[in-house]
């Protein structure tokens, strides 16, 4: 960490120490619990005698700024445990981290009348914490469980300069705008509904629209590149689960078993063994490989609810998902096709820029040092063979294999997590599958984990934020509305509406009472491409008056004109 990040670091979590001090002042019987420093700022967790509304953290912030004014130092000292139980005692929490921690002493910082236990490290007086604002509350459960206490998080944000905070502020502002979340209601895309089932989403026509658009392009795609899909079950017997190792590696994150003919059945969190199945349903060849198999598959985990977060954190989603089976010698060239794919992908929806990560062995992890150095360098060669820079993400493989991760940037600045190419030296081993090879005798195939989109749910909620609701005109669930001036053009503005849905343009006519000005605002607030106003002028002349969502007036064109130009933007995907 370089000086001016962790100059930084230390004011945002000395910050957090100035908040825990002025919601004392004001909330003396409050329990607290931890704050840290984060990513743009801090937060500390509160167990307090009532929610907190705005005019509360107006006042907390108001103390926050008397305490640095004050300039306070930041005092440090080292205690025994059982000197620490005493100063906490009426702090529940401190009493159960004090349990947890190695040793005899415990570290301490205070200034003024508030002390905390803490391990630092502080900036000298708090005079010298900067430009801050006191952002939000949120609910969070302690340590993460949701069968511990619910507490509330004050999040706030802190940087060097007014003008840094005030940029950041602006993006958060830009930010509560494109929320998928509030937009998803606006725009009628989808819903949840928590009292049935919390982190699984229902789609609505729009909403199921767009992601059949998405996952057809998907199709196309894939038959293009030489992918094979296919479907395969939602559940599967213990027994598959135990051979894949899901059951001893990953249970926590399944759904408890159901009981079929007495025997334990799980909902699949993956596809992989299914997919291994169909692989090994005959004997292979090597002049089969590779063998690319793909599937549009909802697959469900276990997610505390304390971190879902609409379509972005869910407990059933579906992943674009492939397994690719090859020979030693096919493997980088299909780690190259699936980069080479990806970019297809990113391109269409409008994703310039992205990061990559290369992800290193693990602590423990399944296969030879010879079998992971050679995938890294698989790996490295075809991000290089591609002019794609990468950071290194130490330790950050999966105990089975490398990997290669992509996270793509939105309009804002936010990474987001999207295509994974993997390997995987584990399943392979676990469900013993072979190829016969050209001297006749069983050699294992190289096996490759790869998903372009990710969740396409999660995929969906990037995609509503980075837009903005206005999705390009392929993807647009309407993508021209006929606005008729008066009831006596309905029936022509039908028929232009007949003639673009002829073309598949997705087209609907507003035929309501109401007038023209207040049509055309709605089919905006909905983010329709295409408002075409019909009257008694086009009607004679047999056009459309073209206006666009961004209240541009294109004018009047024939429909064969708007036609040829809606084609166009849709073959190009602008």
């Given at each position: 960490m370089d000086s001016n990040n962790e100059r930084l670091t230390k004011m945002r979590h000395s910050a957090s120490h100035i908040m825990a001090e002025a919601v004392l002042s004001l909330f003396p019987e409050a329990?607290?619990?931890?704050?840290?420093?984060?990513?743009?700022?801090?937060?500390?967790?509160?167990?307090?005698?009532?929610?907190?509304?705005?005019?509360?953290?107006?006042?907390?912030?108001?103390?926050?700024?008397?305490?640095?004014?004050?300039?306070?130092?930041?005092?440090?000292?080292?205690?025994?445990?059982?000197?620490?139980?005493?100063?906490?005692?009426?702090?529940?929490?401190?009493?159960?981290?004090?349990?947890?921690?190695?040793?005899?002493?415990?570290?301490?910082?205070?200034?003024?009348?508030?002390?905390?236990?803490?391990?630092?490290?502080?900036?000298?007086?708090?005079?010298?914490?900067?430009?801050?604002?006191?952002?939000?509350?949120a609910g969070a459960y302690w340590r993460g469980d949701e069968r511990r206490p619910m507490l509330q998080r004050i999040y706030g944000a802190l940087f060097e300069t007014q003008a840094e905070l005030?940029?950041?502020?602006?993006?958060?502002?830009?930010?509560?705008?494109?929320?998928?979340?509030?937009?998803?209601?606006?725009?009628?895309?989808?819903?949840?509904?928590?009292?049935?089932?919390?982190?699984?989403?229902?789609?609505?026509?729009?909403?199921?629209?767009?992601r059949n658009i998405i996952e057809d392009f998907w199709r196309k795609e894939h038959y293009r590149a030489g992918y094979e899909l296919i479907l395969t079950p939602h559940i599967g017997k213990a027994a598959l689960w135990e051979t894949s190792g899901h059951l001893d590696f990953y249970r926590e994150n399944m759904y408890s078993p159901m009981q079929v003919d007495e025997q334990d059945y799980y909902i699949k969190p993956m596809n992989c063994p299914f997919h291994i199945q169909i692989y090994s349903s005959r004997t292979r060849s090597y002049r089969e490989l590779p063998i690319r198999l793909a599937e549009m598959a909802t697959v469900y985990r276990y997610e505390r609810s304390g971190v879902l977060h609409g379509l972005l954190r869910v407990r059933g989603f579906t992943q674009d998902d492939a397994h690719i089976f090859c020979r030693p010698d096919q493997v980088e060239d299909e780690i190259g096709r699936a980069l080479d794919l990806m970019t297809v992908f990113l391109k269409a929806f409008g994703f310039a820029d992205y990061r990559v990560y290369l992800a290193t062995a693990p602590d423990k992890s399944t296969g030879s040092p010879e079998d992971w150095q050679m995938a890294e360098d698989v790996l490295r060669s075809a991000c290089h063979a591609r002019g794609l820079d990468y950071s290194l993400d130490l330790g950050g493989g999966v105990f089975y294999g490398p990997k290669i991760d992509v996270k793509l940037l939105d309009v804002l600045g936010r990474e987001w997590q999207c295509t994974t190419v993997q390997f995987d030296f584990n399943l392979p081993e676990r469900f013993g599958i072979t190829y016969v090879g050209e001297d006749g005798r069983e050699h294992r195939p190289f096996m490759v984990h790869r998903t372009l989109l990710g969740s396409v749910e999660r995929f969906m909620g990037v995609l509503i934020e980075h837009y903005a609701g206005a999705f390009p005109l392929w993807l647009a669930p309407v993508q021209a509305m006929v606005v008729p001036i008066a009831d006596r053009h309905v029936e022509y503005g039908r028929g232009v509406a007949e003639a673009l849905r002829q073309e598949d343009i997705r087209v609907e006519v507003d035929d309501r009472n109401e007038r023209m000005n207040a049509k055309i605002r709605d089919a905006q607030l909905q983010k329709v491409p295409y408002m075409l106003v019909v009257g008694d002028k086009e009607a004679e002349a047999g056009t459309v008056n073209v206006r666009l969502r961004s209240g541009e007036n294109i004018g009047a064109i024939s429909v064969a004109e708007l036609l040829a130009r809606v084609q166009r933007e849709i073959d190009e995907k602008i």
């Amino acid at each position: 960490m370089d000086s001016n990040n962790e100059r930084l670091t230390k004011m945002r979590h000395s910050a957090s120490h100035i908040m825990a001090e002025a919601v004392l002042s004001l909330f003396p019987e409050a329990k607290f619990a931890i704050g840290p420093a984060i990513e743009n700022g801090f937060y500390y967790d509160f167990d307090l005698p009532r929610s907190l509304t705005p005019e509360d953290l107006a006042g907390v912030e108001q103390k926050m700024r008397d305490i640095i004014a004050a300039d306070e130092p930041f005092r440090h000292e080292e205690a025994s445990k059982e000197e620490a139980r005493t100063l906490f005692a009426t702090q529940p929490f401190k009493l159960e981290l004090i349990d947890d921690i190695e040793g005899d002493k415990v570290s301490i910082y205070g200034q003024g009348s508030f002390v905390d236990l803490c391990a630092g490290p502080h900036v000298e007086r708090t005079g010298e914490v900067k430009a801050f604002k006191l952002t939000s509350v949120a609910g969070a459960y302690w340590r993460g469980d949701e069968r511990r206490p619910m507490l509330q998080r004050i999040y706030g944000a802190l940087f060097e300069t007014q003008a840094e905070l005030d940029d950041y502020l602006h993006r958060l502002e830009d930010a509560a705008q494109r929320d998928h979340r509030r937009l998803g209601r606006e725009l009628d895309l989808f819903s949840f509904h928590e009292e049935y089932g919390p982190g699984l989403a229902y789609w609505h026509p729009k909403g199921a629209r767009v992601r059949n658009i998405i996952e057809d392009f998907w199709r196309k795609e894939h038959y293009r590149a030489g992918y094979e899909l296919i479907l395969t079950p939602h559940i599967g017997k213990a027994a598959l689960w135990e051979t894949s190792g899901h059951l001893d590696f990953y249970r926590e994150n399944m759904y408890s078993p159901m009981q079929v003919d007495e025997q334990d059945y799980y909902i699949k969190p993956m596809n992989c063994p299914f997919h291994i199945q169909i692989y090994s349903s005959r004997t292979r060849s090597y002049r089969e490989l590779p063998i690319r198999l793909a599937e549009m598959a909802t697959v469900y985990r276990y997610e505390r609810s304390g971190v879902l977060h609409g379509l972005l954190r869910v407990r059933g989603f579906t992943q674009d998902d492939a397994h690719i089976f090859c020979r030693p010698d096919q493997v980088e060239d299909e780690i190259g096709r699936a980069l080479d794919l990806m970019t297809v992908f990113l391109k269409a929806f409008g994703f310039a820029d992205y990061r990559v990560y290369l992800a290193t062995a693990p602590d423990k992890s399944t296969g030879s040092p010879e079998d992971w150095q050679m995938a890294e360098d698989v790996l490295r060669s075809a991000c290089h063979a591609r002019g794609l820079d990468y950071s290194l993400d130490l330790g950050g493989g999966v105990f089975y294999g490398p990997k290669i991760d992509v996270k793509l940037l939105d309009v804002l600045g936010r990474e987001w997590q999207c295509t994974t190419v993997q390997f995987d030296f584990n399943l392979p081993e676990r469900f013993g599958i072979t190829y016969v090879g050209e001297d006749g005798r069983e050699h294992r195939p190289f096996m490759v984990h790869r998903t372009l989109l990710g969740s396409v749910e999660r995929f969906m909620g990037v995609l509503i934020e980075h837009y903005a609701g206005a999705f390009p005109l392929w993807l647009a669930p309407v993508q021209a509305m006929v606005v008729p001036i008066a009831d006596r053009h309905v029936e022509y503005g039908r028929g232009v509406a007949e003639a673009l849905r002829q073309e598949d343009i997705r087209v609907e006519v507003d035929d309501r009472n109401e007038r023209m000005n207040a049509k055309i605002r709605d089919a905006q607030l909905q983010k329709v491409p295409y408002m075409l106003v019909v009257g008694d002028k086009e009607a004679e002349a047999g056009t459309v008056n073209v206006r666009l969502r961004s209240g541009e007036n294109i004018g009047a064109i024939s429909v064969a004109e708007l036609l040829a130009r809606v084609q166009r933007e849709i073959d190009e995907k602008i």
